[in-house]
């Protein structure tokens, strides 16, 4: 394996601390440990820690973004199909990137974001809103505000994939797609 460059070792150890700690237990000199580096090579990358986490959102939004395109969400096959892709894809970016899955869901992010970071949140929502917007108007999924059945979705999936990543869960297919059954049940129209 290539050894990182200084960047990408700040990069790594910032997503780790951030993930597990949180943004404000977080310090320069913890990230500057952990990558291996004098803190003052953070600030020849970094002006700030703000700065840090929202590169690190940016490019967590993005390769989020790139699992879902993976998954062929969009492709509007039926709403019940869409919303598998979404779930699936949600799945699997936080299997294999839990910290940046992490990142994007700590709300106390929310306070730190710069305008190019919440250009990537909408972003990020675009996609989800427009599969409710669609179940909405072929009358599959309820008649509520979107960021609400958002929450509902969201909040309990990424409660879940905390779960799994800390081994209170025991990842199956059955199980998984219980979790999903759940999650659409939450949104459909019965």
């Known amino acids: 394996m290539a050894q990182l460059s200084k960047k990408e070792a700040i990069l790594e150890a910032a997503l780790k601390l951030f993930a597990e700690r949180g ?7 913890m990230i500057s440990e952990l990558a291996g580096v004098g803190a003052g090579t953070i600030y020849r990358y970094f002006e700030s820690k703000e700065v840090l ?8 939004l993005q390769a989020f973004a790139e699992a879902l395109n993976q ?41 730190y974001l710069d305008e190019r970071s919440r250009e990537e949140v909408t972003t990020f929502l675009s996609q989800i809103l427009a599969t409710i917007s669609w179940g909405q108007e072929q009358g599959v999924i ?7 059945l958002i929450a509902i979705v969201l909040g309990a999936f990424f409660q879940v994939s905390d779960a799994f990543r800390k081994g209170l869960l025991e990842e199956s297919k059955e199980l998984l797609d ?8 939450a949104v459909r129209i019965h």
């Open 142 to 148: 309820r008649k509520m505000p979107a960021n609400a």
């Open 71 to 111: 998954t062929g969400t969009g492709q509007r096959t039926t709403v019940r199909e869409e919303f598998h892709l979404l779930f699936t894809g949600l799945f699997q970016f936080g299997k294999h990137r839990p910290n940046r899955l992490q990142l994007i869901c700590s709300n106390a992010n929310e306070l």
């Open 23 to 29: 943004f404000d237990a977080t310090t320069m000199p």
């Open 53 to 60: 986490l929202n590169v690190l959102i940016v490019e967590s």
């Open 178 to 185: 219980e979790i999903e059954d759940c999650c659409w049940n």
